[in-house]
């Protein structure tokens, strides 16, 4: 009988030994590794934003995410730029404008890690800036050169305004609309608050690309537009709006109905677009009325316009309007 305890108590102690390990923290042979996922917020942002870099969607199956540490490596240079913390969120900023690679190793208790990495791009403000003063009538113009094309900074001002009951003409006159019929009123970057009719803006001529603006200036139809915004998509609407960082400003006047009091919508249709004319006509978006401006950004508040105006088909609408170089 003591014999066969002294043969089983080793046993059975060994068994007590791994059955208390079981019943509190997992050994790690049967430890499984966490599973890193980063994102980052927002991924495009100029040089002063705030990035949030985030690994809270990272999982463990032995532990919760507030038992695993997290570490960052900020430029992809295998070196770590912080120590492992209990944390799962870096705020951070890209001072210097470029694409930055970000890596983040997840640790949980045993030691055992994986890693995530994730692309964030920092711009800076466009310096690409000059000016122009249009021979015509000694106008000054900011001019902005974004993807190669110069564009004007602000919205063209040629020509004697005409109250916006007064229905424009091809009569010799080259006829503008200012906002509140005032002519001052100006934006907050110096930009002028004024408003074409398309047929004038070209100046009753669908050839010649000129219109009102500039000599060696031309109305921008839609592909201009378009390869204006395509490539910064990701930076958002904020970076062509007054103050962006395209130094481009489009104000946030939109559509003005002709023979209607001027109103505050006028500033702006909706909150997410940006409405200039084009010279590209689409009749087929308006049922029949004509121009269409050229917007971009989200289409909310404009759909209404296209198809419900009935107004704005019978009087038409005044916009604002923009140039670009030759
Ligand atoms: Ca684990
Ligand atoms: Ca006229």
Redesign the pocket.
């Known amino acids: 009988m003591t014999a066969r305890i002294c043969i089983f108590l080793p046993v059975i102690l060994i068994w007590l030994c791994f059955g208390c390990e079981h019943m509190g923290v997992q050994p790690d042979d049967d430890n499984t590794a966490p599973k890193a996922r980063l994102s980052i917020s927002p991924s495009t942002g100029d040089s002063t934003k705030s990035f949030i870099l985030s690994g809270l969607s990272s999982v463990d199956k032995e532990d919760i995410t507030d038992l695993l540490e997290f570490r960052w490596d900020l430029n992809n240079d295998s070196i770590w730029d912080t120590e492992f913390i209990a944390y799962p969120y870096l705020i951070t900023h890209f001072t210097i404008p470029g694409t930055y690679r970000i890596r983040m190793e997840v640790r949980d208790r045993h030691g055992l890690s994986d890693f995530a990495s994730a692309v964030a791009a920092s711009f800076g403000i466009n310096n690409d800036t000059s000016h122009i003063i249009d021979t015509r009538d000694g106008q000054y113009y900011r001019t902005v050169r974004i993807n190669g094309a110069w564009w004007m900074a602000e919205n063209l001002n040629f020509g004697t305004m005409v109250p916006d009951t007064q229905l424009?003409?091809?009569?010799?006159?080259?006829?503008k609309y200012s906002y509140h019929n005032d002519p001052s009123i100006m934006g907050a970057v110096g930009g002028y608050y004024t408003y074409y009719h398309w047929n004038?803006v070209i100046d009753?001529d669908t050839i010649h690309p000129q219109g009102l603006c500039p000599p060696g200036w031309r109305v921008p139809g839609n592909a201009d537009w378009e390869a204006l915004w395509a490539p910064f998509y990701a930076r958002g609407l904020t970076y062509f709006s007054t103050g962006g960082f395209s130094r481009l400003n489009l104000s946030s006047i939109g559509i003005h109905e002709l023979r209607k009091t001027w109103e505050v919508m006028d500033l702006s249709p909706c909150t997410s677009c940006w409405m200039y004319l084009s010279r590209d006509f689409k009749k087929d978006f308006y049922r029949g009325y004509g121009p269409c401006p050229f917007y971009f950004g989200s289409n909310s508040g404009i759909a209404s316009m296209r198809y419900v105006n009935d107004s704005i088909r019978r009087n038409g609408g005044a916009l604002p309007v923009r140039c670009i170089k030759e």
């Open positions: 424009c003409r091809d009569n010799g006159i080259f006829e004038e009753y």
